[in-house]
């Protein structure tokens, strides 16, 4: 039974950086496409990046040029960057790939 372990949940300020990561156990994930996406209170889940098996990136508007996804096909594992944190950016924040999704972690940028 496979499953995705989130960690890094973070009070950050407005401006700041941290990084989320995602660890699949249980199954294979090299050659499947990694997502994570994200739920702020009162709205919908929102796809926020995703990277194929081969490292390409898409990225969503509004954080394309302040996150960045990557993985490690090794130890199956992806993370997001994200640089100049906005209060806007406060959201749960899940990894996904094929069935399975991580428990969601939650990132607060306030100051």
């Known amino acids: 039974q496979g499953r995705l372990v989130e960690s890094g949940g973070a009070l950050v300020q407005p401006g700041g950086s941290h990084t989320l990561s995602c660890t699949g156990q249980?199954?294979?994930?090299?050659?499947?496409?990694w997502a994570w996406y994200r739920q702020a209170p009162g709205k919908e889940r929102e796809l926020v990046a995703n990277i194929a098996n081969n490292g390409n990136t898409d990225y969503a508007e509004f954080v394309k040029g302040r996150f960045t996804a990557s993985r490690d096909n090794v130890r199956g594992t992806t993370s997001l960057q994200m640089n100049s944190l906005r209060p806007e950016d406060t959201a749960i924040y899940y990894c996904?790939?094929?069935?399975?999704w991580g428990q969601g972690i939650q990132v607060t940028v306030t100051s």
């Open positions: 249980g199954f294979m994930s090299r050659l499947y496409k």
């Open positions: 996904s790939i094929r069935q399975y």
